[in-house]
């Protein structure tokens, strides 16, 4: 519990005014607030003065100042008492709104992603306050990626928008991407701190081979017993080999076969010949019990 002392000092001793019960608050848009202000010695009256849950001049010596639908962004309510004259202090109040959305996607880009190549992720964030307190999180799967605060002073909400530059890489094939947004309200804020976090962008990353220099696609299973690894290139066409060469000759589906006793895996790898590229797609099928990685 806080309370804030206002005094008066004479050149004789020192009278204590009046206290509020909170040095500040902070409140949702819409929401309730109360606070008092207390005197501590007699008086000619006090008040709160606000444009919502004015408190008229009274001789008691506890008034609150008190609101059940704050929706005033710019609210200054301060209370003052009349003794041997009138002081004030104001309450700082912040009152905050949660995004309505929040959502990513990729800038000028649609469809799979080429390895190597750079690309730009984009949050926004809509109708959110205050902007000032807002920090945008990155993250591929669990991993924080990147955060981005703003200096932007305003009281009332805001569209924001942040980039995030990424080039993937083979690993990142089927990777997960999300944008979150957290309000960091201070110890008068709600705890945790309010976020809302965006539907995860999942990415299909290609590789490309240029023509005359193949790529080798490595298999690789793991389970009891030890799994038997095959390339399947089509009909008839079986490699039993844990490696696979891509080439500009290579079947545009390839498949991948783990099995043993206990269950069987497949996992599909697509190739696409494009001008002087050949892009290779990955896709990924959970068929057994067994245990199943695919290394490029």
């Known amino acids: 519990l806080f309370f804030s002392f206002f005094f008066f000092k004479s050149s004789l001793k020192t009278f204590f005014f009046w206290l509020l019960n909170q040095k500040s608050v902070v409140v949702r848009y819409g929401g309730s607030v109360a606070v008092n202000c207390s005197a501590s010695v007699p008086h000619k009256g006090m008040g709160w003065e606000a444009s919502e849950g004015a408190v008229t001049m009274t001789r008691d010596s506890l008034i609150t100042w008190r609101v059940s639908n704050l929706i005033e962004w710019d609210i200054q309510p301060f209370c003052y008492i009349n003794h041997e004259k009138q002081c004030q202090v104001e309450l700082p109040v912040t009152i905050y709104k949660t995004p309505d959305s929040v959502s990513i996607s990729i800038v000028n880009h649609r469809g799979p992603m080429i390895e190597g190549k750079q690309y730009e992720l984009q949050c926004d964030v809509h109708d959110v306050a205050p902007v000032q307190n807002l920090t945008v999180k990155w993250y591929k799967g669990q991993t924080l990626l990147n955060q981005t605060t703003f200096t932007e002073n305003s009281k009332t909400p805001l569209n924001i928008v942040t980039t995030l530059l990424i080039r993937p890489d083979r690993a990142d094939d089927g990777a997960q991407y999300r944008c979150e947004a957290e309000l960091e309200l201070g110890a008068e804020g709600p705890q945790p701190p309010p976020k809302e976090t965006s539907d995860p962008l999942n990415i299909t990353v290609y590789l490309p081979v240029f023509r005359g220099y193949p790529e080798v696609l490595v298999c690789e299973a793991e389970g009891n017993p030890k799994p038997t690894i095959s390339w399947s290139l089509g009909s008839n066409v079986i490699v039993y080999n844990e490696t696979l060469t891509i080439s500009e000759s290579t079947p545009e589906y390839v498949y991948c076969d783990a099995n043993n006793s206990v269950g ?16 290779v797609c990955l896709f990924f099928f959970a068929v057994s019990n067994s245990c199943f990685n695919l290394l490029q």
Do not use: C, E, W
């Open 264 to 279: 069987r895996t497949i996992r599909q790898v697509n190739v696409s010949i494009q001008g002087n590229y050949a892009f």
